[in-house]
């Protein structure tokens, strides 16, 4: 049988369930993992004990020899994104004045992921209060990208990325806001999915209605497990008045086509760098249009898209829900003694900007993201997916907080050069990131966005499948240091 961390997470569901390998066994393949791997790229942090992880599998072990399974992540190894509660494990969001912070009960999120019978293991890292595409904080330090231990793994889902790509994990939940699933899984080589809007509850939250703009979602080395994780995670819950159902997905991971198939006369709108609105690092728009080129090759009609919208207009009303929205996170750790002097200035910049925030200028950013979620359902009459880069620069230096300018254009804020994202996140829709190829030193993976009309999970990830099948040769590449 092929070694225990290159199986992906439904091979090895179905060998622990053929008691073809044993989840005390898993435990201890992963553990060597972590050991090899951890130290130098810090992507799990708060990690339980060897007796007390090894204890849960010799649990799961015995469950099985009695018959029973509690579904297909029976024994299988998880580490929740550190945005997530865990019950008995810190949610600390990377922030000092939280790093005792432990969790009395787990999110919707992990608590579906353990009735599956995944064992949580610890926390993923993640930047500070998840703020920026880099995942680095005072707390736990830098995650370094798997595929390069000199830049990036990206953010804010980096540590579930680094983990998942150097088999640390088999497969990985993250959270999206401004592309925390997204961009990461593109300097990772991997598929990372933002669902529509209230697909995943996001919870349990003080505020049950707005902070839905953000949402958690499922991590994979390919679109079955991705599409197996999604439909463990997603679902109706009370608590969470805005999340629903999508009954297809139960058993969408068996029914995914093999082959590019299913590609034929799918149309594919490529808005690109919006028209030369998006700053893009050279190489990142060739990278992606290689991708097209394979759909064009499988016969999908793939043609540039004038985007819908003023960009500019659209980035101002992103700011305003940003802020609102984060705000108020922020200032409730603030409320701790000491706590502004240990937040790093991204975030104080955040908490300062939503002070001066009015209900009028909020209300109207509401309604500009109406106009615009009108606007793009009109160009879906058009098209089947939307098209455009995933991360608009190459992974960066370790040492550097963010871009400051791209192609020689200065970002006025430290996060304009994830600008990218905020499309499929304003509009609700449902959004994967696909691998795309690599930079032309063959180092760096690049992922591009493919976006489908708002509550079309299960076909973007028929379609993502079937574009899967087109990528072998990419997905083939594993990060150098795993061939070491």
């Known amino acids: 049988m092929q070694a225990i961390t290159q199986l992906d997470a439904s091979a090895l569901s179905r060998a622990i369930h053929a008691k073809e390998v044993s989840c005390v066994e898993v435990m201890q393949a992963y553990r060597q993992q972590w050991a090899r791997f951890n130290p130098r790229h810090n992507a799990l942090v708060n ?57 009395p009960r787990d999110s919707y999120l992990a608590a579906r992921m353990k009735a599956a019978g995944a064992i949580v293991v610890g926390k993923t890292n993640v930047p500070e209060f998840g703020l920026g595409s880099h995942t680095f904080n005072e707390l736990f330090g830098t995650t370094r990208n798997a595929w390069d231990d000199a830049v990036s793994a990206g953010g804010s889902s980096g540590g579930a990325c680094a983990a998942l790509a150097l088999r640390m994990l088999p497969v990985a939940d993250g959270s999206d806001f401004m592309g925390s699933l997204r961009n990461p899984a593109a300097w990772h080589n991997l598929f990372g999915m933002r669902p ?19 949402t958690e979602g499922p991590l994979a080395r390919n679109v079955r497990d991705l ?9 109706f819950e009370y608590g969470a008045p805005l999340s629903w159902s999508e009954p297809a997905l139960a058993s969408l991971a ?69 802020q609102a929205l984060t705000a108020p996170r922020i200032a409730a750790v603030m409320a701790m003694p000491g706590a502004r002097g240990l ?30 979620l009108s606007a793009l359902l009109k160009q879906f009459e058009t098209v089947d997916l939307i098209a455009l880069p995933a991360a608009q620069v190459w992974p960066f230096p370790v040492a550097q907080r963010w871009p400051h300018a791209i192609a020689g254009r200065t970002m006025d804020t430290y996060h304009r050069w994830m600008e990218a994202t905020i499309y499929a996140t304003l509009a609700g829709a449902p959004c994967i990131s696909v691998p795309s190829g690599f930079d032309p030193s063959g180092r760096w993976p690049m992922g591009m966005q493919l976006i489908a009309k708002p509550r079309a999970d299960a076909q973007l990830l028929r379609w993502a499948a079937g574009y899967e099948a087109l990528i072998g040769d990419w997905l083939a590449r594993q990060p150098p240091i795993l061939t070491q």
């Open 47 to 103: 990690l339980r004990s060897e007796q007390d992880v090894l204890g849960d599998a010799l649990g799961a072990d015995k469950a099985l020899a009695a018959g029973e399974s509690k579904g297909w992540l029976h024994g299988i190894p998880q580490a929740i994104k550190d945005t997530s509660a865990a019950q008995g494990l810190p949610t600390t969001v990377g922030c000092r004045p939280l790093a005792r912070n432990v969790a």
């Open 196 to 214: 529509s809007q209230g697909l995943v509850p996001f919870g349990p939250q003080a505020e049950v209605w707005l902070s839905q703009l953000g």
């Open 227 to 235: 599409a197996r994780l999604l439909a463990t995670q997603s679902g």
């Open 254 to 322: 068996d029914q995914l086509p093999e082959g590019p198939e299913g590609l034929k006369g799918l149309r594919v709108g490529w808005w690109g760098d919006l028209g030369g609105h998006l700053a893009m690092a050279p190489g990142v728009v060739e990278a992606c249009e290689e991708g097209l080129a394979r759909l064009a090759h499988a016969g999908a009609h793939v043609a540039p898209l004038k985007p819908c919208f003023d960009p500019e207009a659209l980035w101002h009303t992103w700011l305003v829900w940003r």
């Open 343 to 372: 937040l790093k200035p991204e975030a104080l910049w955040e908490h300062d900007q939503g002070q001066q925030l009015t209900f009028a200028q909020f209300d109207k950013a509401s309604q500009a993201r109406s106009a615009f």
